[in-house]
């Protein structure tokens, strides 16, 4: 006799489902079925039907006025749910208002735990409002809030609803106006409302790009900043820290390349004397030798004892090899004087010639010099005696020449300071370009604030103190 096998225990039953919190009532008005959503704190419903205000306080949802006008389809429907910051919410009022320049809308959200909230869609983007329960420290110009401070933007404004539909927890209806006063930080909005002897705080959170329209189910914004959010963080604030980190590192190389690769070697040198007025004098320099690379020739010529006079100075860099040439020209200058405003002077009279990628190999610099006179100058120059062909001894001191005595040295390497400058302008273009786009956007945020705000009432330093 074997023993029967023993049948394993039932399952548990499914907890059971959790009773709807929606209650299904008629409309006295038009007879459609009126969903309350929130059912003990909403105060009124709107039909999303024929748009009568119904007293959601009466057991029969007694009419409290009829609408007039045809209703409108809010983007995110009445009754959708969505999870934002973790919480989800409903969506159980819409209504939309003006401050009689722009039209935004304002979703009721609810959440049995949580309580209320606004999803505030002004078109752009969109923020979640908590109603605050506790008062910011406040005055005309700014507020105080959990030891963040908010500036005030722009005036206190009427904002009046022109159509709203579904339940609220207060008697809301079509031409509901409020005076509002805004206080912003990037992110951020204080929005304070004063109804009759009411005043009511919310604070308003900027919501990323996407994220309220992945929670409800609607398309996703494009992104723009034509017309940004007061309390809008600026797109290129991030950007502009990233270009000047960047532009202080290139900064910073630049200026290492430049102190190394800035300096230079002398690689040959002469002196001679130029007659002032008299004929042209060549001078060469030979065996000035150049690495196989590309390099950079500066010539410098120092005529520094000249006085109302110049010196021309024609170079000419051959190639011993091949016979190639550069040819470059200088100019050695000084003139000095007085007139009715007292002692002048101008001119260079030590001039740079810079010559770049001169190729490796050996050269021979040709120098041609000429010197003269500015009418009506005189010169410091030293004066040598010329001999007189039609008599037996010296000329007498009106027949003496002058000349002026020049040095001309040959460096190689170094870097052209415009190209210094070149590349600190390259350096800088972005982090300028991204600093106007930052302060065009600013310009924009702040653009609604047309005067320094309000009228005197405005000026209560006790905001934060009311009941």
């Not at 900043?225 to 290129?236: T, V």
């Not at 009715?340 to 041609?368: A, C, H, K, N, Q």
């Not at 991204?434 to 924009?444: A, P, Q, S, T």
Request: hydrophobic share 35%; glycine share 10%; charged share 20%.
């Amino acid at each position: 006799m074997t023993d029967a096998p023993i049948a394993p225990p039932a399952p548990p039953a499914p907890p059971p489902a959790p009773a709807s919190t929606v209650h299904a009532l008629s409309c006295p008005n038009c007879g459609g079925i009126v969903n309350v959503r929130a059912q003990g704190l909403t105060v009124s419903i709107l039909c999303e039907h024929c748009g009568s205000t119904l007293d959601a306080t009466s057991p029969d949802l007694q009419v409290i006025a009829r609408a007039n006008e045809a209703l409108k389809t809010p983007q995110i429907p009445l009754g959708t749910r969505g999870t934002l910051d973790g919480r989800v919410w409903e969506v159980v009022g819409y209504m939309e208002r003006t401050d009689e320049e722009i039209v935004w809308a304002e979703y009721l959200l609810f959440n049995p735990y949580e309580g209320y909230a606004f999803l505030v869609d002004d078109g752009r983007r969109l923020s979640l409002g908590i109603m605050l329960d506790r008062l910011p420290q406040s005055s005309w110009g700014s507020a105080l809030l959990d030891g963040k401070g908010y500036s005030r933007f722009g005036q206190t404004y009427p904002v009046r609803v022109t159509f709203v539909v579904g339940e609220f927890y207060w008697r809301v209806a079509v031409g509901e106006t409020v005076d509002e006063t805004d206080f912003v930080r990037p992110g951020t909005m204080l929005s304070c409302e004063v109804y009759q002897t009411e005043r009511t705080w919310t604070k308003l959170d900027l919501l990323d790009w996407g994220v309220a329209e992945k929670a409800f189910g609607i398309p996703a914004r494009r992104r723009e900043y034509s017309h940004p959010a007061p309390h809008e963080p600026s797109p290129y604030k991030r950007q502009l820290s990233e270009a000047l980190i960047i532009g202080i590192v290139a900064l910073f190389a630049l200026l290492v390349i430049s102190t190394f690769a800035g300096s230079e070697q002398q690689i040959g040198q002469t002196s001679t004397d130029v007659v002032l007025d008299g004929p042209e004098k060549t001078v060469v320099i030979r065996g000035l030798d150049l690495p196989n690379a590309r390099s950079r020739i500066v010539v410098d010529a120092d005529a520094g004892a000249i006085d109302n006079a110049w010196v021309d100075l024609d170079y000419s860099l051959t190639d011993e090899k091949t016979q190639d040439s550069v040819e470059s020209y200088g100019l050695a200058e000084h003139y000095s004087g007085s007139d009715s405003d007292g002692p002048w002077s101008e001119g260079d009279p030590r001039p740079e010639v810079s010559l770049s990628s001169i190729p490796g190999g050996r050269y021979d610099l040709i120098v041609t010099l000429s010197a003269h006179r500015w009418n009506g100058g005189s010169s410091s120059a030293s004066s040598t005696f010329m001999p007189n062909s039609f008599s037996n001894g010296w000329s007498s001191a009106s027949q003496f020449s002058q000349s002026i005595p020049v040095t001309v040295t040959i460096k190689r390497g170094g870097i052209f300071g415009g190209n210094i400058v070149l590349a600190f302008l390259l350096i800088a273009v972005w982090p300028l370009i991204v600093l106007f786009k930052h302060i065009g956007f600013e310009k924009r945020r702040m653009a609604p604030v047309s005067g320094s705000g309000g009228s005197s009432d405005d000026n209560d330093d006790s905001w934060g103190d009311d009941d």
